[in-house]
């Protein structure tokens, strides 16, 4: 048995945003933008609002959320929609602002704090805002996602809510918004996606609908992702990411995520590196520690990733996928926690409760190969220096 969850509504194309306005209608009359400063600079927000007050809408904005989505900007966000009496939420901006925002449109119905939630110990008693997603990154697949994850800013921990209630109601998919990107957000927001798509796919709660989606991302951005992180590709490019992203955020929010990001967490919560990042830094890592123990869905990647191998052997094929993972790794500039600037003696330090934290998130569950606490603290201090590749050309 299987439960599929996705928005009501999904319009992906090139130019799709200004279609904004039309989703909107029926579902409020004022709406919350949510969003961060950038989008502000570069005139997102106000398009946004000028797509929508044409319409006949009101409007309020808040451009508050950095890298990061913490409790502090769901609190401040929420202080907005309730004092505008706003009744539809659009999140414009990367996975940042759109956790923010489903947070935010949960918590306008519900009681408590957003916390309260965290892993079901507590289920939303009601409906949600309706929210409107339209992700300006191709990475996180939030728009299309039952999950958010926010900090708790008193704990320093990220909080992983995956409730139906959090599934945006409209998702919006224009690449045109990913194109302004800089190459580090191009490279953080794509091992992400890719990420979620190994993940979903070598997951134990994969399933034949999210086995399809993860499948045809790792295609998608295995082969677009480099040229549009070089500044070489075109739209249709990145047309090609965003919607690897997007079928990538359906695959893993239809099968969970696994090890990777039961660690990257809490490396995030800690020492405030971005998500996306902390996932390439763990990855190669990771799927070392996985080979042998997914060997039919790790080949079955290598064949996605490797069209030129598909009739090679198994043990060739598993090698080529940690082979293109380093590589790309590399190509994305992605650095190790050392290098990163992360002291090495605090992250000694706080190895232990980083592995409790991943352990206790759940996703670590799912993985294909059972894993300890131990074994985690272990590829913790595996991926502090991990090399993608050594001088001598070999992968470590």
């Not at 190994?198 to 134990?204: F, G, L, N, Q, V």
């Amino acid at each position: 048995m299987h439960e599929i969850m996705m928005p009501l509504r999904i319009s992906i194309g090139l130019g799709a945003f200004s279609g904004v306005a039309s989703y909107a209608s029926g579902l409020g009359t004022k709406v919350l933008i949510v969003s961060d400063p950038i989008m502000e600079q570069i005139g997102h927000v106000e398009t946004c609002r000028n797509y929508l007050e044409q319409a006949g809408f009101s409007c309020a904005v808040y451009s508050g959320v950095d890298t990061e989505p913490t409790d502090l900007h769901v609190n401040e966000a929420l202080a907005i929609c309730r004092q505008e009496q706003c009744d539809v939420i659009v999140a414009l901006g990367g996975g940042s602002c759109i956790d923010a925002a489903k947070a935010t449109a949960v918590m306008m119905t519900n009681s408590g704090y957003i916390g309260d939630y965290v892993l079901g110990m507590n289920k939303f008693a009601n409906r949600p805002l309706p929210l409107i997603a339209i992700p300006t990154t191709a990475g996180t697949g939030s728009e299309v996602t039952k999950v958010t994850v926010i900090i708790d800013t008193r704990r320093d921990v990220k909080m992983m809510i995956a409730q139906p209630e959090l599934v945006p109601q409209v998702a919006i998919i224009d690449a045109l918004l990913c194109m302004s990107c800089p190459p580090s957000v191009i490279a953080s927001s794509g091992i992400d996606a890719l990420c979620h798509a190994i993940e979903a796919y070598w997951s134990r709660k994969a399933n034949p609908l999210s086995d399809g989606w993860a499948l045809q991302a790792i295609a998608l951005l295995i082969k677009h992702l480099p040229v549009c992180y070089a500044k070489k590709g075109d739209a249709e490019d990145f047309a090609q990411i965003a919607l690897g992203s997007m079928l990538a955020g359906a695959a893993f929010s239809n099968a969970s995520v696994t090890l990777i990001h039961g660690m990257s967490r809490p490396l995030g919560a800690i020492f405030h590196v971005p998500h996306g990042i902390s996932n390439a830094m763990l990855m190669p890592a990771v799927l070392e520690f996985t080979l042998g123990y997914a060997q039919e869905r790790i080949v079955e990647i290598g064949r996605v990733m490797r069209p030129d191998l598909v009739d090679s052997g198994s043990d060739r094929l598993s090698a080529a996928v940690l082979e293109e993972v380093r590589t790309l790794c590399s190509l994305l500039n992605t650095t190790n926690l050392r290098d990163w600037g992360i002291d090495r003696e605090a992250f000694d330090k706080a190895i232990p409760q980083m592995a409790a934290d991943a352990m206790a998130s759940g996703s670590p569950g799912n993985h294909p190969r059972s894993v300890t606490a131990g074994e985690i603290e272990a590829l913790y201090r595996i991926c502090y220096d991990y090399e993608w590749i050594r001088e001598e050309g070999a992968a470590r």
